[in-house]
Every structure is written in structure tokens, then in C-alpha cells.
């Protein structure tokens, strides 16, 4: 399984969760108000710290423009996009024409109690090249993304049966809350979780120390070993 940490702005944090054994790494361009958001020139430079350090960057963004989200990817040569908040699936099949090949495009799904906001279109985003989706939690006010609001363990697993993809986990993970999801876990498209609050020290920083007791937790005795390719079946 794969360990996501999400939000860095600074190229210690990128040293820090590479020490701590993660996958993947967020890096938010286009998030407008995000406390975490990034310029293209930053984002290139966090990109190219990441691809040394270890963990695959990854863009996280709100956008549907495509020629930005494509000059985004060629200029800071990022191999994962996350599609966050709700662009249709044109968006995905004109990453696919404009990016390079090989890139990873994960969507999120955004889950409101037990029902999936883009029910609807989950076989369109498969058809247009998704390679994986990510699941989470929309907020009672609609707030979407880094909510610390968690999912039910039958609420992933219905959604995880529902759809053809992998999945990742999002929404309030933490080090202490590994054990609440056995089916989810142990579904055969389980690809891994993104986590954000539960690695910030009190700074608000990604801290290793907090990072490394998710990783543990989560993927005992797997130590840093990495492979970011999207599982099968």
C-alpha cells in the first residue's frame, strides 16, 4: 500500500516525509485560499526536491484548466496529478492528450454521509483515464479537502465495490485509526491512504516524527520501500 502526505511548502518538509517512509507527496497549485498553495515556481522546485529525496510528487489541485494543469506537469515534470473538487471527465481524457505518458491521474470522490457526490460518473472517469481514485469526506457545509472528517468503514467498501479502480483513503487517518477500517483495508483494490493533519506538528508543518508513527501504523514492518504503480483487478 501506498503512504500519501499532503500540503508541503517547504523542502524540509518534503526531507522530513521522505525520512519518514512516504510514497507520495501533495503539492497544492491551484487551491485557491489554500494554506498550503503553491506558485509554479515553487511547485517546480518542491517537485524536483521530491523526485531526489524519494517520495513521487504529486499536484493536487481544484482546477479544470487543462493547458495550466498541462504546463504545470511538464514544467516541474510531475508524474501524479489528484484531481480534487468535482472536473468532469473531459478533464481527465485532455490531461491524457496533453501530458506526458506515464502520468498517474488519481480523482477524488467526494462522500457526504454514505452517498458519493459523483456517483454518476465514476465509470466516465474510468473510461477517460483515471488510474486510481481517492475517496473522501465533504463536510456537513460542503468544505472539501484536508476536513479531518473521516468515512465509515461500509461506506468505503460499498464505494470500493461500486467502482473499477484503486483506491486510496482520505479523511481524518491517523496513527491511532488503522484498526477502524478492516473490510476497506483488506479490499483487493486497497491502494493506500493520504494523510494531512495527522503528520503537522504544532507548527503546521509536515513533521516526521508524526509522519513515521502514521507510516508505521499503517504499514507495519514495510519500512520506506516504494512502488507507485496503481495495483490491478
Known sequence: MLVKFCGATTTAEVDAMAASGA?????????PGGHADLTLD????LSARAR????????VTFSADTDTLAAAVHA???????????QPPGVLRALRA???????IAKVLHVRDDTCLEGRLTAAYERAGADCFLFDAVTG???????????????????ADATGLPFLLAGGLGPDNHGDFPAATAHPRFYGIDVDSAARGDDGLLNEPRATAVTAAWRPGR????DTRPATG
Not at 42 to 45: Q, S, V
Not at 223 to 226: E, I, K, L, S, Y
Request: a positive charge.
Open 98 to 104: 496533453k501530458c506526458p505518458d506515464g502520468l498517474k
Open 23 to 31: 510514497d507520495l507527496i501533495g503539492l497544492w497549485h491551484h487551491i
Open 76 to 86: 516541474a515534470r510531475i508524474p501524479w496529478i489528484q484531481l480534487h473538487g468535482f
Open 52 to 59: 531526489t529525496a524519494g517520495p513521487a510528487p504529486v499536484l
Open 223 to 226: 519500512g520506506a520501500d516504494r
Open 141 to 159: 457545509d460542503g468544505r472539501v479537502g484536508s476536513t479531518a472528517q473521516r468515512l465509515d468503514d461500509t461506506t468505503v467498501t460499498k464505494l
Open 42 to 45: 515553487r511547485l517546480t522546485a
